[in-house]
Nanobody, 126 residues
Framework: QVQLRESGGGSVQPGGSLRLSCATV????????MAWFRQSPGKEREGVAS???????SVAESVKGRFSVSQDNAKNTLYLQMNSLKPEDTAMYYC????????????????????WGQGTQVTVSP
């Protein structure tokens, strides 16, 4: 059974950095696409970054230049490096994965990602 396990969230001051991790458990072959989403209370879930099995990345305009996505294939782990954090980055962050070969990775919602982690909270405040 595939499980995605996020870690690395926490509280940080504006301008600070965090690195989120998402370990994939229960499968040994690489997902076609993996992605990070975030959602804060009262807002819709937002796609933040994605990476394909070949390593092609995409980052949302709202975080471009501050966030980057990467993966360690040997560890089956996805990362989200977040720098220059702002209060508006406060949200629950989720990783997601999809093994369907025809999936277009930066298309976050069509179709919906198949597998999701439980989320990790990021809070940015003075």
């Amino acid at each position: 059974q595939v499980q995605l396990r996020e870690s690395g969230g926490g509280s940080v001051q504006p301008g600070g950095s965090l690195r989120l991790s998402c370990a994939t458990v229960g499968v040994t072959y690489r997902a076609a696409c993996m992605a990070w989403f975030r959602q804060s209370p009262g807002k819709e879930r937002e796609g933040v970054a994605s990476i394909s099995s070949s390593g092609v990345t995409s980052v949302a305009e709202s975080v471009k230049g501050r966030f980057s996505v990467s993966q360690d294939n040997a560890k089956n782990t996805l990362y989200l490096q977040m720098n220059s954090l702002k209060p508006e980055d406060t949200a629950m962050y989720y990783c997601a994965a999809d093994w369907r070969a025809n999936r277009v990775c930066p298309d976050y919602f069509n179709p919906p990602y198949s597998y999701w982690g439980q989320g990790t909270q990021v809070t940015v405040s003075p």
